[in-house]
């Protein structure tokens, strides 16, 4: 859980580079519960330094970053910081508020104070914190309710983390205990399906786009579902990525994977009500939903028109996926490239029409190819065969030999005098002259027929 530890704090951090949109709150109060852990685990050495070190640097400029927010009030609970730990033995009642609610310009000083003056000693009663967490909140009638738990441990002490979801729903309070892990034992996690939500993140990057969804998951009331609908115009579609812009200058804001929850919905995100959007969703060809305006407070959902199938593309009798070759995917109204697709790998698309053309020697054309929903189109070519050309310096042009035409498909290096192409089955000629020759009476010509899978060798 080291790694839940590091990440709850840079969640803070993100979410203040926004402050000033968040601290107007027409709706009442923000008030803000940071857990902190105070047990023995945070003494050990974190990169340079201890764990201990970097969180108490690290919550105190998160603090004194909250002070000149209006409607935010602020409180400090802490645990593990009371009992020192011993073999055997742990305080599971080890956790305290320390510094109650009160204006964020009140109290910033006492939670920092409070903050440099912890020495980690115990152990780690995560679930009980947050049961006694519930009465840290007085009544407030027009309020909203947020933790934030900042841990480097697993829960300690047996007990169960969801028993607390009761008391917590009974106070109106914004449990979101969100855990965002790298290598972390899911079976623990499991323990809070009745609370929170996780997030994994396997890298930097990753880490840094999670902590941005997370915080404006925790701090705005103001949610987008996005509906990607199919052609029975049910939100099914998924795992797309989309971008936000302000539809007014085209700057990007935001880009999130589409996922379906684990209740089978498509999942809620935060946006700020402030903008008008387009949104871009990154299906191929791209969907675009323009002047799309969020009402503050409410849920809203918006609706892209996404049906997909699959293209599967495939070379007889070869599961490689490295084959070098190609597919140009266009449309068939303008034929522009909307995609390179590989040989031998299955890519989804929207409903509809497409030309393909083939990058093999000859290339193959395949057009009006339809993609159906939900459903996959495979397109078979037969697998190629391998001509090895051995030659003396000098010019050479490969042609098919097509209803008594000549058509040409490739010139070979002049300077070579062995090359290997990969051509489909077909009739071809091969003309050539050598360079020292300065008669056209001396072309060589060559016609030769090849098979699937076959190789042959020419001597020019």
Not at 247 to 271: G, S, V
Request: glycine share 4%; aromatic share 8%.
């Amino acid at each position: 859980m080291q790694l839940y530890f590091k990440i709850s704090f840079l969640i803070l951090l993100s979410f203040f580079s926004s402050v000033n949109a968040f601290g107007q709150n027409e709706d009442g109060k923000i008030r803000i519960l940071f857990i902190f852990d105070g047990s023995n685990s945070m003494n050990a050495q974190w990169g340079n330094s201890s764990k201990i070190t970097i969180a108490k640097q690290l919550m105190i400029q998160t603090i004194d970053s909250l002070k000149m927010l209006e409607n935010v009030e602020l409180a400090l609970r802490m645990y593990g910081h009371q009992t020192r730990i011993v073999p055997g033995k742990q305080d599971c009642s080890d956790t305290k508020l320390e510094v109650p609610f009160a204006d964020a310009k009140e109290n910033h000083f006492s939670i920092i104070n409070k903050i440099r003056s912890l020495e980690p000693k115990g152990t780690t009663p995560i679930a009980r914190s947050l049961e006694y967490s519930a009465d840290d909140f007085p009544d407030c009638e027009n309020c909203r309710n947020i933790i934030i738990l900042l841990t480097d441990g697993i829960e300690a002490c047996d007990e169960d983390p969801c028993a607390v979801a009761i008391a917590l729903k009974e106070k109106k309070i914004k449990l979101k205990p969100f855990v965002i892990g790298l290598g972390l034992d899911t079976s623990y996690l499991s323990q809070f399906q009745c609370i929170g939500e996780f997030l994994s993140a396997e890298d930097k990057d990753s880490f840094k786009s999670v902590l941005k969804f997370v915080i404006s998951q925790a701090l705005n009331n103001t949610t987008v579902q996005v509906n990607l609908n199919n052609a029975r115009n049910l939100p099914e579609e998924t795992n797309v990525t989309m971008s936000f812009y302000n539809d007014k200058n085209d700057k990007l804001l935001h880009t999130y994977m589409h996922t379906i929850n684990r209740l089978q919905n498509p999942d809620t995100i935060a946006l700020d009500p402030l903008y008008t959007y387009k949104l871009v969703v990154h299906t191929v060809p791209e969907v675009i939903v323009e002047g799309i305006k969020v009402i503050p407070g409410k849920h809203n959902i918006i609706n892209a028109y996404t049906p997909m199938g699959e293209l599967n593309l495939k070379i007889q009798g070869s599961i490689d996926q490295y084959t070098g070759l190609n597919c140009l995917v266009k449309t068939t109204e303008e034929s522009s490239i909307i995609n390179v697709h590989k040989m031998n790998t299955t890519k989804q698309y929207l409903v509809g029409e497409y030309n393909l053309e083939i990058l093999t020697l000859p290339r193959i054309k395949f057009d009006n190819v339809k993609i159906n929903q939900s459903q996959i189109t495979d397109i078979t070519i037969p697998h190629y065969g391998t001509v090895e050309i051995n030659k003396s310096i000098g010019p050479a042009a490969l042609f098919l030999k097509k209803d008594g035409k000549n058509i040409w498909l490739y010139d070979f290096n002049k300077e070579m005098t062995i090359e290997s192409l990969n051509i489909q089955p077909g009739k071809y000629i091969i003309s050539f002259r050598n360079i020292r020759s300065k008669s056209t009476a001396h072309t060589i010509i060559k016609e030769f027929t090849i098979a699937s899978g076959q190789n042959i060798n020419i001597n020019l």
